[in-house]
């Protein structure tokens, strides 16, 4: 990441905050090293900014003033605002609210305008946070602000300091940190996980705990719900954690909870508190009173064996891959550079009665799907019966096996032909819906996220590619719709073209695209919101084309397959090797 000349200032001004309290200097040095960190993920690690904001130096330059506010609102410290108003006006210091929201700009740009009265900034906003802490990726790249600088007793101080936090997105990515709160599925029987983001100063149990007790995002709660009653509230104002048991002191609503709700209201709390290192267990109370949860321990603490048949992501039977050579079934060799392996019966041949382009593997290891330029298909991959033709349609994404059964995306060409997606339940029972929302776009690839409440895609709108979420409302009936693009900033400008996508985790997705300011073909990681987007290193050699990825928590099971056949496995954050070739596609389960 690139960083402009003001924002080695306001990095600065951090070194200073560190050299003022170890030497009482008054001076903010001009000048620091520049360290390139990622996003932590949820629950690792300690705060990368963890200093003490100072106030400002006497006789301070406007741009030292402004370096030292913007240093104060970016640091980790609990104190950082009541520091930061010490750089406004009085006026102003008592109007700002910074819990309104927060702005990240990226500083790659020049310095800040500086004028007799004013500071501007000019950056373009890559991101930005609302009150409760969700991320929105933005492309504003002809932002300004001035801070109208006034003097206020011969010291300069900022007249505007904007709405809420204005952050750079080097700083956002050491100063804020990913806090995952839990919902379920409709059907109550699969967590569904949501980002919040949260100053590591203001991360703890008791604002996890706030934040889940709020209920999922607008977009999300038609696909999401939750066992905690909404008029619940913490009856305490805050989550204590002793010993590794967090106390959760819920009002009298909880009392309503069925014995199955206690349960599935655990769960909830449980894994959203699991974002916390501290936290091993979990108590409950009403009011004071004891709350008793099926499974707890008999000093009433509540651990994961006792929720975990509630887990975000289905954890497959086998992780073996299976691809499609030259059109046969055929399993990716366990040694490389070794020949793959063909599977028994109909499938492992040709001429079986059409000839697949894609492929599904289920997490059973075992269930195929194939699609074709005209059919979907279902069969084995290890009882050697033929496969059985589902119905015919034009047009078919790569399919997808889970649980609720096989998942298949029809493109679509026009207004009056939309894409369409189907599912197939494992009794055979076939439906389909319209992705009306989609209408005159084409859909390219598509993945259906673990939790089972979202789809992501890739779908060409208007002659563009874009990356975004579907919600899926019910599958009995099936219900999608609530299209929503996601705007993604790779670093390398934002996508121009998207080959494929998919879950790495709940959370974390990976695609393969070009950006606007790389033509080459790259795979990237990231949230879901796209607040943190990381290379996964590059591919050398043919262009990838395609992703197989296996969801799973913790860790990365991923696969790519080259313009020339050559299957690539994902190693670490900068490797890829390669360990079959001659495959056209292959999938991993689930």
Known sequence: MSVSRFDHAVRAALVGIVAVAMSGCALIPTSGPVQQ????????GVPQVDVEPVAPVIDGTPDQILAGFLAAVSSGSANRFAVARQYLTPQAAQVWDPTQAVTIYDSAGPAPI????????KDPVVGSLDADGRYTAQSEPEFSHSFAMTKVNGQWRIGDPGPGVLISQYRFEQAYRAVPVYFFDPLLDRLVAENLYMNWADASPTTAVEGLLKGPSAWLSPAAVTALPPQAKLAVSSVPVNYGVAQVSLTQPALGLSEDQKVQAAAQLLWTLRAFSAVTGLRIDVDGAPLSVRGQSPDGVVRLDAVSGYMPVEQPASQEAIGLVDGVVARLPAIPASRPQPIAGPLGTTGWGDTPVHIALGSDGASLALTSETSLWLGSAINGKPAHLVFHAAGLTRPQINSEGTWVVSSGSTEADPPQIWLVNPAGYVQHTSLDDLAGATVTAFRVSPDRTRVVLVANVGGRDQVGFLRIRSVAPLMVDGWRPLLVN???????????VGWTSA?????????????SVSAYRMDVDAASVQSMGPLSGDPPVALALLPQEPGVTAMAVTSAGV????EDTTRWTVVA?????VALPG
């Open 567 to 570: 299957v690539l496995r994902y």
């Open 507 to 519: 959370t974390q997705l990976a695609i393969l695209a070009t950006a606007s300011a790389d033509a």
């Open 490 to 500: 790779t670093g390398r400008g934002t996508l121009a073209t998207c080959l494929d």
């Open 114 to 121: 500086i004028t007799d009265e004013s500071v501007v900034l």
């Open 37 to 44: 960190v990622s996003q932590p993920a949820a629950g690792d």
């Open 581 to 585: 070739t001659g495959f056209s596609t």
